[in-house]
């Protein structure tokens, strides 16, 4: 689950750790969910997630399991920018390699009698 600001500053004024502060706060927005079920609670959480993705969508968030990160939600933007940046260094490194190689010159009579086959 992912940690927002909002939850690390209410732990930090009931001077709890982060992930409990995180309990506790989907613990008091699903308690308004009565009826339902655990279908219905579990709904009202997956929404107060997404607001929360959405309030905080301006910076890259970690988002962590058992205290550990295991992802990142960044804004589009930025995922592109850094896939622009691999295929530009798949590409610079792909140059590289070429051109370290011999290059090798055949007569044009030779490209051509060997690509029509004859």
Do not use: F, H
Not at 1 to 15: F, G, H, L, N
Not at 64 to 73: E, Q, W
Not at 84 to 95: G, K, N, Q, V
């Amino acid at each position: 689950m992912k940690i927002t600001q909002d939850v690390r500053e209410y732990a930090a004024q009931k001077e709890i750790d982060e992930q409990a502060a995180l309990e506790v706060g989907l613990k008091e927005k699903g308690s308004g969910v009565r009826s339902g079920g655990r279908r219905c609670l579990r709904e009202s959480v997956e929404r107060c997630k997404l607001s929360a993705m959405k309030a905080n969508y301006l910076e890259p968030e970690i988002v962590t399991r058992k205290g550990k990160p295991v992802s990142v939600i960044l804004p589009i933007k930025d995922y592109e920018e850094l896939l622009e940046r691999a295929e530009d260094s798949e590409d610079i490194a792909w140059l590289k390699k070429a051109r370290r190689k011999k290059l090798q010159y055949r007569p044009l009579e030779d490209y051509l009698a060997k690509r029509n086959g004859k």
